[in-house]
């Protein structure tokens, strides 16, 4: 690409300028979106973080472009300038945590979009076997490639008599729960750390159980597509629809309303026929 212009005069009545030609290089670093890497002789050019070249068939255009505001890329092929919506989770959630608006069966309780629960997350939740896999609501709720269909939330604390058998229960079906379409997050109210929330319910499943362990002194909100985080210690456990545990709440991923809540149900809930009622149609317009 680094080519040069040299010029002759033209015997002795005149003489054409002469000027190289500018190098890749130059013309990178003449551009605000382009940067220069690597050492003279091996150098690379590239896009600053989340632009594309603006035209790959030229290549001497060394500008880069990227989507406008609330679009991003549908891909990281730089040929490709297709744009899509970023998704973003609900800007109205419910500032207070779970409610159980959607779920507490009372007919004329309408099911808002300000009922989506705040985007918990945990930077370093756990797996059963020790591993970090951070979980975050909103990530959940905008993976295109996820077949999820609802997150299964289960709220326990280490010194409630009743917590081991609930989540006895749910971890005997925790891996045919994931295959119906359910995440499960098992949030321990009182640990301060997650690898104790970890030992707290293997202690009850074992390590190789479905389902993420994590306590809620580490519960943070993330949203505005990840950028914004804020440390939410124990906001889970500080919903007003959680009266006593063990609990749990069904969260519909399309919705993100709460369609099914232990603490709104005389039951213990059948997880399975939930999901099952997903599928159906049942929860496209709770009431």
């Given amino acids: 690409m680094v080519r040069y212009l040299f010029c002759l ?10 000027e ?22 091996d ?12 035209n790959m068939d030229d290549p001497t255009n060394f500008n880069c472009i990227t ?24 800007e109205n959630f419910n500032a207070f945590g779970f409610v159980n608006d959607c779920a507490d069966g009372q007919s004329g309780t309408l099911c808002e979009a300000a009922d989506a629960p705040p985007p ?18 909103e990530e959940w709720y905008c993976d295109e490639d996820s077949d999820d269909i609802a997150l299964i939330m289960v709220v326990v604390a280490t010194w409630c008599g009743y917590c081991p058998d609930y989540v006895a229960m749910v971890g005997a079906e925790a891996d045919a729960l994931k295959e119906a379409g359910a995440e499960i997050v098992y949030v321990v109210e009182d640990p301060v750390s997650n690898d104790l929330a970890r030992n707290y319910i293997n202690s009850y499943i074992g390590p190789d ?7 809620d002194q580490m519960t943070l909100w993330q949203y505005d597509d990840g950028e914004k985080v804020e440390n939410k210690a124990g906001s889970v456990y500080g919903s007003p629809a959680i009266s006593g545990i063990p609990t749990a709440f069904v969260v519909k991923r399309d919705t993100l309303q709460v369609i099914a809540s232990q603490s709104a149900s005389q039951y213990t809930l059948n997880f399975a026929q939930i999901l099952e009622d997903i599928k159906s149609g049942v929860y496209d317009d709770p009431q």
């Fill in 20 to 41: 190289a030609e500018p190098t890749d290089q130059e013309l990178c670093e003449a551009s605000d979106t382009c940067e220069v890497s690597g050492s003279e002789g």
């Fill in 120 to 137: 918990y997350a945990w930077s370093e939740a756990l797996v059963g076997d020790g591993s970090k896999a951070g979980f975050s609501m």
């Fill in 209 to 215: 159980n479905h389902g993420y362990r994590v306590g």
């Fill in 43 to 54: 150098l690379t050019f590239n896009c600053v973080a989340g632009m594309k070249w603006e």
């Fill in 67 to 90: 989507c406008d505001e609330g679009m991003k890329w549908a891909n990281t092929d730089h040929a490709d300038h297709t744009c899509v919506p970023i998704c973003k989770y609900p």
């Fill in 9 to 18: 005069s033209f015997l002795t009545l005149f003489t054409l300028g002469c």
